[in-house]
Structure formats: structure tokens, C-alpha cells
């Protein structure tokens, strides 16, 4: 079976308007995952096939279909949870304490 690619589901305004839209339901850890992933992938050191899996994974984060519909209370992001954990244990060699303290610097100006 052929795992579909949503790295063409990605933008950036696309991202960042949905970052916003479900920033609360997504929860700390999982936009901290999402931010660590998206500034690794815009930094010109990572490589390639990372920057495919980043895209992928947050391509699955904001498209609007997925495994489990969002919009189902409690369990609806859970598997754009597990996508993004995926991705990341994938390319984590490639994700910077810089990445890190860009990621942690946007959600603390997100949540205040």
C-alpha cells in the first residue's frame, strides 16, 4: 500500500493560519513539535529527503483530510500527534538548539 504524500498540502500561510485557528485545540506540545519541524525545514542546512519528511508531516497537520477528522473531540488530533512525533524522531539529528529556541521563542509569543 502507497502512503499518500501531503507535502504538497503545505504553505506557509496555509501553516501559519491554521496554526492560529487551532492553536488552542492542538495543545503546547503539539505546536512545539509543529514550530521545531517548520524552522528546521526552513533552514538551508537541512537536508533534502528532511525537509520532504517535515513538509509531509505538516502538510498532514493542516490538511483537511486526514485518518481521524480534527473536528472529533479529544481523539481528532491525535494522529497529526503521531505524524509530527514520527517526523520528528525521523530528522531529529537535523532539528538545532536554534530551531529549538525559535520554536519555543513563537509559542511563548502565541500563548503568551
Known sequence: MMTPNY???????MFWS???????RL?????????KLYYAA???AT????KGIIFSALGYLIS???SIPDMLPVIGLTDDLAVLTAALATVAAHVT?????KAEARLQAMFG
Open 7 to 13: 507535502s504538497s498540502q503545505f504553505s506557509t500561510s
Open 18 to 24: 491554521s496554526l492560529a485557528k487551532y492553536m488552542k
Open 27 to 35: 495543545g503546547r506540545k503539539s505546536l512545539l513539535l509543529a514550530l
Open 42 to 44: 526552513q533552514d538551508p
Open 47 to 50: 537536508p533534502v529527503w528532511a
Open 64 to 66: 483537511p483530510i486526514d
Open 97 to 101: 538548539e536554534s530551531h529549538r529556541l
